[in-house]
């Protein structure tokens, strides 16, 4: 039997993922994944960031009434290369598509033009989407080839990145000798990304692709600026929580891109932060609601 340090990252990623687990997400460790011929995640090469096998059979499920080739064109439009986009830009091309859903123009069986918009995810009815959890990811660069500890996929889209690191390492390391490589390294993951946790189980921030270390804010703050006298319980509950819709409170969307005000449920809206916006990230998907007690639950446990 192998020992496991309580204070090593390899604990810490342990209990993310059966937290992850406990929330309805399928997870797998890709360390050992197959690219190419027979793959085990569809990928042909780790320079792909989206499972578009996972995407295909979501655009299917959530558009039942749309022709094949119009969702087969809608694919091509999200994974396409954005490379000669700054990541800013990218990332609010992305976002737009999976709040709105992306409209395509395609010729019938009887050549006429027909256009149909293509839903990306189920903002409506959260259960329909997939959700699903990679650790020790694979992904490839101009530059390089990284692992990343934790990606977050809904409907194969990678909306989540998580980096780790032991207890007894600095938070800020994770932030300066990690993420700032990867940013550089395999910016195409960041394209889709919308929202970036760092942990060492001590301590957990949050925040977006153009965030600087000082505006990576602590959920436990966050959580009880927004929920105040109510926070215990909506941690308590949403720890405990078995309906299916707990999944999907990672699945909300900021309202414009100053990050200055969040949309819950896209009906009420909650204040600045303090002075601590997250930076000038573009429409990422986040909830707080169900975000910040993550944050919460990636601390030790006594």
């Not at 406990?22 to 797998?28: I, K």
């Not at 329909?128 to 934790?150: C, M, P, T, V």
């Not at 804010?217 to 600026?225: F, K, V």
Request: net charge negative; glycine share 6%.
């Amino acid at each position: 039997m192998t020992f496991v340090d309580p204070d090593s990252e390899g604990a810490l990623e342990a209990n993310t993922i059966r937290l992850f687990e406990s929330l309805g997400w399928q997870f797998a460790n890709c360390y050992h994944e197959i690219c190419g011929e027979n793959p085990t995640l569809g990928r042909e090469t780790t320079e792909q960031v989206v499972l578009e096998w996972k995407l295909k059979a979501a655009l299917e499920k959530l558009n039942p009434d749309v022709p094949p080739l119009a969702l087969d064109l809608a694919l091509d439009e999200l994974t396409k290369d954005r490379s000669i986009l700054s990541p800013v830009r990218a990332n609010q091309e992305v976002q737009e598509q999976l709040k709105d859903g992306i409209k395509v123009t395609f010729r019938t069986s009887d050549d006429n033009e027909a256009v149909e918009t293509v839903k990306i995810i189920d903002w409506e009815h959260p259960a329909n989407n997939d959700f699903f959890l990679a650790s020790q990811f694979w992904i490839s660069g101009e530059y390089g080839r990284k692992r990343a500890d934790l990606v977050g996929f809904v409907n194969g889209i990678p909306l989540l990145f998580i980096e780790l690191k032991a207890s007894h390492k600095h938070l800020e390391n994770a932030y300066n000798l990690n993420l700032s490589d990867y940013r550089s390294t395999i910016p195409q993951v960041f394209w889709y990304n919308g929202v970036i946790i760092l942990s060492n189980g001590s301590k957990s921030r949050i925040g977006s692709i153009t965030a600087g270390w000082e505006h990576f804010a602590d959920p436990i703050q966050y959580r009880e600026r927004l929920f105040g006298a109510q926070a215990d319980c909506l941690v308590i509950r949403d720890r405990r929580c078995t309906h299916p819709l707990h999944r999907i409170r990672f699945l909300s969307s900021w309202d414009h891109s100053e990050l200055l005000s969040v949309a819950i449920d896209r009906r009420h809206h909650v204040p600045e932060f303090g002075s601590q916006p997250f930076g000038h990230s573009v429409d990422p998907l986040l909830n707080f609601q169900w975000l910040d007690v993550l944050g919460y639950v990636l601390r030790p446990v006594a």
